[in-house]
Every structure is written in structure tokens, then in C-alpha cells.
């Protein structure tokens, strides 16, 4: 028998128009969270709505999270980006291919630091998240009209990171 909530969450804006759905999160599989993330215009009222698509009864709790707004850079070719000690993330806008898929490749410059990423279209849909602890990572972003971003960060803020990224 199955006891487990499943949840579904749904962004919507003042029209009804929806801006992000989800019945699980990519981020935390083998939960039951679920998660939205979207680039949301910036003047308008939001309608969040979260269901329980179970029989089972439970609490939910709810939270909203806003980005920091990052300066962004275009990546093209590779370059190292170095993170200081307490230092904040880093944004790259990857532009679009739309004739074939592109590979970034993304390592540490020292064996001592780690970084995160995170990879999302430009609409704010997530593509990959590395949370922490890796040394190297290489995603595959898909032919497509939309630009990417990429968002590095170092694992542990007070060492700070040095990483070099490269398409």
C-alpha cells in the first residue's frame, strides 16, 4: 500500500496563464517535494496553487525563495572563473545553438575548493543542478532557440573556488 503524498504546485499569473507546474523535484529526488522554478515578469500578481493528488491526508509546508541578481557575462570558448573566499556566485549566459547540442565542461582549478552549478534555460527552467562536492561535471545542452544560464558557486564560501568552464 502506498502512503506517500503526492503533491503537484503550479504557478500561474494574474490572467491564469501558467508560468511553471511540477508533481516532483528534480533537485531532491526520493522525496516528495516539488518544486517551481520561473523567471516571473516582474509586475504582476502570482497565483501559487499546491494539491495533494493522494488519498493520503498531510500537512504541506510552503516556502518562496528569490534569486539574487547576478551579473552576467556571456560565455563563449573557456575561461577560469575565480570565486573569493566569502565571495558571491557568478553568472554565465550561454547564448543558443539552434543547429547542434553544446558541451560545457566545468572542473576545478585545485583539488582543495569545490563548486556548485546550476544549468537553466532562459525561461528559468532547470536543467541540472550540482549541488556541491564535485571536481568536474560536463552537461549537454540541447539544440535549441533559448539562451542558458549557468550559475557557479563555491561549496564552501570561506575557501571560495577556482573553476575553469569551457564549451
Do not use: C, W
Not at 516582474?42 to 509546508?61: K, R
Not at 532562459?122 to 550559475?151: E, R
Amino acid at each position: 500500500t502506498d502512503f506517500a503524498i503526492h503533491s503537484s504546485l503550479s504557478v500561474s499569473n494574474s490572467s491564469g496563464q501558467p508560468l511553471g507546474f511540477s508533481t516532483e523535484d528534480t533537485l531532491t529526488p526520493m522525496t516528495n517535494d516539488v518544486r517551481v522554478t520561473a523567471k516571473l515578469p516582474a509586475d504582476d500578481t502570482y497565483i501559487v496553487t499546491l494539491n495533494n493528488q493522494s488519498d493520503v491526508a498531510g500537512n504541506f509546508s510552503l516556502s518562496l525563495s528569490v534569486a539574487d541578481t547576478l551579473e552576467q557575462t556571456i560565455l563563449t570558448g573557456s575561461l577560469v572563473v575565480t570565486i573569493a573566499p566569502d565571495g558571491s556566485a557568478q553568472q554565465f549566459i550561454i547564448p543558443a545553438s539552434s543547429d547542434i547540442p553544446q558541451i560545457v565542461s566545468i572542473r576545478t582549478q585545485s583539488s582543495r575548493t569545490s563548486f556548485s552549478a546550476l544549468l537553466q534555460s532562459a525561461d528559468g527552467t532547470v536543467l541540472a543542478s550540482i549541488p556541491m562536492g564535485l571536481n568536474g561535471v560536463t552537461l549537454v545542452i540541447p539544440a535549441g532557440t533559448l539562451d542558458h544560464i549557468l550559475t557557479i558557486d563555491a561549496v564552501d564560501s570561506a575557501a571560495g573556488a577556482a573553476v575553469e568552464i569551457e564549451i
